[in-house]
T-cell receptor
Framework: SQQGEEDPQALSIQEGENATMNCSYK?????LQWYRQNSGRGLVHLIL?????REKHSGRLRVTLDTSKKSSSLLITASRAADTASYFC??????????FGKGTRLHILP | DAGITQSPRHKVTETGTPVTLRCHQT?????MYWYRQDPGHGLRLIHY???????DKGEVSDGYSVSRSKTEDFLLTLESATSSQTSVYFC??????????FGQGTRLTVV
């Protein structure tokens, strides 16, 4: 089974609202990463948070990590139409494998 | 963009034929990965490599083999293609503890 599981599977919000996606995982990790994928394209890295970090910011992105609960969240503030995409969390385990979840499809409504 | 190239980008093949996909990098990254992406499953790790001639299985390795004879190249082979291997295949590269960079994908159709 996959390491990361995102929640929700799909999310539709109005432009300008904040979008929150959650990720849970099962085993010990070195770091957790978030990626975006526009339809039919390759994945683009957004942000990486290490296992000893609790929160990280990058522009309109905020990521939290709770290793005691084995969970992470990605917050996108002030959403834009261009944020419409699929978002994936991925965990790098102590064996250096990078395992992805099934993703959250985000749709920003005009 | 990171120097990572997948070839071919599209391929249609018949059931039972062998198929090899190539991933080539110019970044000297130690780790290379092969994933498949299917609707409802996200990306699933097939095999990965942590150095020349060092490879390990991922989540869905049955029916696939890999080889890495040079740092730059990571080959994925479907020994005898089946319809269930119709998918989009992505290669990725990384250093340990850093983000992965992805190729543009190979769309494989097995008929």
């Amino acid at each position: 089974s996959q390491q990361g599981e995102e929640d929700p599977q799909a999310l539709s919000i109005q432009e300008g609202e904040n979008a929150t996606m959650n990720c849970s995982y099962k085993t010990s990790i070195n770091n957790l990463q978030w990626y975006r994928q526009n339809s039919g394209r390759g994945l683009v890295h957004l942000i990486l948070i290490r296992s000893n970090e609790r929160e990280k910011h990058s522009g309109r992105l905020r990521v939290t990590l709770d290793t005691s609960k084995k969970s992470s969240s990605l917050l996108i503030t002030a959403s834009r139409a261009a944020d419409t995409a699929s978002y994936f969390c991925a965990t790098e385990g102590i064996d250096d494998k990078i395992i992805f979840g099934k993703g959250t499809r985000l749709h920003i409504l005009p | 963009d990171a120097g990572i190239t997948q070839s071919p980008r599209h391929k249609v093949t018949e059931t039972g034929t062998p198929v090899t996909l190539r991933c080539h990098q110019t970044e000297n990254h130690r780790y290379m990965y092969w994933y498949r992406q299917d609707p409802g499953h996200g990306l699933r790790l097939i095999h990965y490599s942590y150095g020349v001639k060092d490879t390990d299985k991922g989540e869905v390795s049955d029916g696939y083999s890999v080889s890495r004879s040079k740092t730059e190249d990571f080959l994925l082979t479907l020994e005898s293609a089946t319809s269930s291997q119709t998918s989009v295949y992505f290669c990725a590269i990384s250093h340990s503890g850093t983000e992965a960079f992805f190729g543009q994908g190979t769309r494989l159709t097995v008929v």
